[in-house]
């Protein structure tokens, strides 16, 4: 029997050792704090949690385009607060029964290698020493905080300080445009923040079609989101009144709180990688296809390996590695045929190629849009903005991605992300008769 040990519980590390365990692997798994991954259940979950509200006060404010009369909702930020603890207590609570019904050992410390076949965990009760066949690093990352950045808690906060606040902030300055800043724009606009976004870039979501980032702009100048475009944050000081956030161009914002949202970096350095002969780089992790790393029985997964950042990845790339460990045969993940989100109301979701990326590598391609305002659905439910976007190879007609800015977005790409990964052509999507009115025809429609 293979001994796995697994050195923390995030997405990738509980995949793994429920997938080993039921493949008769004798399996130890170490996490120091949350079992269910802490950037998971401290950022991912919580942001996702806040965001539901968000979009309920959206409804209640947008109400009377539907005919309805309502009194303003009102946010109680100790109830949201609540919630968001209970909803992760409980995500945690399901994986250690899980887990614990799989015969998984669970130790609580922190673990570091003493060599390329031993760890040693340091607990409560004291240094603990383990032998193992093969390994799985999972430790995720946690957020970036620059030099010029002083962390609080209170006024200048890193994401995981802005579930728990004991008030909505009245002027929240975020920094940094990329997916979970957008995010947090959304967020705090809806519960009743003034807003302003630094943007470092000449546009927000700097990575993603330009197409797309206009209609997210265009949304948070109509709810009074103010812009920053093309300034550095290189500064944060706390004044009597809030904060101000300095940019190297010299433009000065000033808030009642300041929201770092500018990356993460990977928790790797107490792992001692360098006794297990591991390579890494900066911290992060190097794997091939497989996540095996430098040592042939050792793996690394998630956030600390530097690939795409997504709960759902280190999830796949577990669940792969217990396979693999055991010998079954494992096709390698298609990183570019995964599915990516950004919740914010309209919601924006992706799969595979875009027009852009096609352009920019010079190949040729078929595109096809269809905005949600011709949608009936769309129409009727009050939710007209965005569009669907279809992009196939226009020799075979298979569909190579698509993109959809809307209401529910992130459930209504699943359509075009199995058309994606089984090479459906734009013509089977044509054929396919939908529920009408949905918001899904769009697809079909964006495919013709």
């Keep these: 029997m293979k001994h796995l040990l697994i050195i923390g519980g995030g997405p990738a590390g509980t995949a793994a050792a429920t997938t080993a365990a039921a493949r008769g ?137 802005a579930y728990d606040l004991p008030v909505i902030p009245e002027h929240m300055v975020v920094i940094g445009s990329g997916v979970t800043g957008v995010e947090f724009v959304h967020i705090f606009n809806s519960l009743g923040s003034k807003v302003t976004l630094v943007v470092s870039r000449q546009q927000i979501l700097p990575h993603r079609d330009p197409e797309v980032a206009a209609v997210l702009e265009a949304d948070f100048i109509e709810r009074g989101v103010k812009l920053v475009i093309g300034a550095r944050a290189e500064a944060i000081n706390r004044t009597d009144e809030g904060i101000e956030v300095v940019c190297d161009d010299g433009r000065i914002v000033r808030g009642s709180h300041a929201l770092l949202a500018i990356g993460s970096i990977p928790l790797t350095a107490a792992l001692d990688l360098e006794a297990a002969g591991i390579e890494h780089d900066d911290g992060y992790i190097a794997v091939d296809e497989f996540q095996v790393t430098s040592q042939p029985h050792i793996y690394a997964a998630g956030d600390c390996t530097g690939q795409m950042p997504l709960s759902s990845v280190a999830s796949m790339q577990g669940k792969k590695i217990a396979q693999h460990l055991v010998g079954l045969p494992v096709q390698p993940i298609d990183y570019s045929k995964v599915t990516q989100a950004v919740f914010t109301e309209p919601e924006i979701a992706s799969v595979g190629l875009e027009d852009i990326q096609a352009a920019q590598e010079g190949r040729k391609v078929r595109t096809t849009k269809v905005p949600f305002a011709a949608n009936a659905r769309g129409v009727l439910q009050g939710y007209q903005g965005g569009f669907v976007k279809v992009v196939s190879d226009p020799a075979t007609g298979v569909v190579l991605g698509g993109t959809i800015v809307g209401h529910r977005a992130s459930e209504l790409i699943g359509i075009l992300a199995l058309a994606v990964q089984v090479d459906v052509r734009a013509e089977q999507l044509i054929e396919t008769i939908l529920v009408h009115p949905s918001l899904s025809e769009s697809i079909t429609d964006a495919a013709e």
Excluded: Y
């Excluded at 120091?32 to 996702?48: M, N, Q, R, T, Y």
């Excluded at 539901?52 to 409804?59: K, M, N, Q």
């Excluded at 309805?68 to 930020?77: F, I, M, R, Y």
């Design 25 to 161: 692997c004798r399996v130890t798994l170490v996490e120091k704090s949350i079992v269910g991954g802490a950037a998971h259940l401290w950022d991912c979950i919580p942001s996702k949690t806040m965001t539901a509200t968000a979009v309920r006060i959206d409804s209640i404010r947008n109400a009377a385009k539907l005919g309805l009369v309502t009194e303003p909702g009102q946010v109680d930020p100790r109830q949201l607060a609540s919630r968001i603890s209970k909803i992760s207590e409980n995500i945690t609570a399901s994986w250690n029964q899980l887990l614990g019904s799989q015969g998984v050992e669970l130790i609580r410390g922190t673990g570091r290698f003493v060599g390329p076949n031993t760890a040693e965990v340091e607990t409560e009760t004291g240094t603990r020493r383990i032998d193992f066949d093969n390994a799985l690093i999972s430790t995720g990352s946690f957020p970036r905080v620059p030099p010029w950045a002083e962390i609080d808690g209170e006024r200048m906060l890193t994401t995981r300080d």
